[in-house]
């Protein structure tokens, strides 16, 4: 039997999820004797291991896994979107998606010097999304609010970050906007201190690189996506709009007159509070 999961090939957090999901699928269950056939745009997150990178097909790779068992089994109250999550309850396996599954990468050589200690940032989102520039990200917190952190936070801050939506700050130590491939990001972020973003694949890169992130929640849910070695951050009343128990109410994409709210959610989400929180929490 071959597996196709649609899931894995939208963005590098849920081919990392994949990935590691079929690690730990592997190693319990080392009599299973089908594959898994995954499309994704990321590649390099899926080399050694056993994993066969197949040539790219309509700009996606397709990565063949042997000795993937036969389980699949989702009932149809579930959204496809979430199928690695149905996947992993309905696989008989001791798995969470906490479990660091380290990447087979040869640590890069960076032609840049680096402060003795620092955190890194990302401001963007994925592209792939959308194709036109009056459809926002309910996600993503303002520009304003990014470059105020720089400002207060009290320590040298390096963005990191590549594709079309990914704007540069200004007060930034140093700016690596669209100058980096993904491993050399991934090298800055394991000499920082720490990593500060949104809820996306950055910070589930840099949990499998072993590191910890500041995550900024907003319409999506923590309860759902924390991850307990990260610092969660939510400062809102309003329940979640993207994901939890009623299912998905919204997109995180919309355009700009088809807002529910102001985007409370990341509006109330303030920089001062989450300093605040960062060294309350003895981060720094």
């Known amino acids: ?78 959204d496809l979107k979430n199928c690695d999550e149905c996947i992993a309850k309905n696989a008989g396996i001791d798995f969470s998606f906490e479990q660091i599954r380290p990447l087979n990468w040869k640590r890069e050589n960076l032609d840049f010097s680096l402060p003795e200690k620092f955190v890194t940032v990302n401001y963007g989102h994925d592209e792939n999304n959308y194709t036109d520039d009056i459809t926002i990200c309910l996600k993503m917190w303002s520009t304003n609010y990014w470059e105020t952190l720089i400002k207060t936070i009290g320590i040298p801050v390096i963005q990191i970050g590549k594709g079309k939506y990914c704007k540069e700050l200004k007060g930034a130590t140093l700016n690596l906007v669209n100058k980096l491939s993904l491993k050399q990001s991934a090298e800055v972020m394991r000499r920082a201190l720490f990593h500060i973003d949104v809820e996306g694949g950055l910070t589930i890169l840099n949990q ?10 907003g319409p999506t849910n923590v309860e759902e996506k924390g991850r307990s070695f990260n610092l969660n951050l939510r400062h809102c009343d309003c329940k979640p709009c993207y994901e939890g128990e009623f299912g998905r109410r919204t997109s995180l994409y919309v355009r700009k007159g088809g807002l529910m709210c102001y985007n409370r959610c990341m509006t109330e989400l303030t920089p001062e509070y989450v300093v605040e929180q960062i060294y309350k929490n003895k981060w720094l």
């Open 208 to 217: 499998h690189l072993g590191g910890r992130s500041v995550v900024l929640f």
């Open 1 to 78: 039997m071959t597996l196709v999961s649609a899931y894995s090939s939208y963005g590098m957090g849920d081919a990392l999820n994949t990935r590691a999901f079929l690690l730990a699928y592997c190693e319990q269950k080392p009599q299973a004797k089908n594959e898994t056939q995954i499309f994704t745009k990321f590649p390099e997150l899926f080399e050694g291991d056993g994993f066969i990178i197949n040539k790219p097909i309509n700009n996606y790779n397709a990565i063949l896994y042997r000795n993937f068992g036969n389980f699949i089994g989702i009932p149809k109250k579930y």
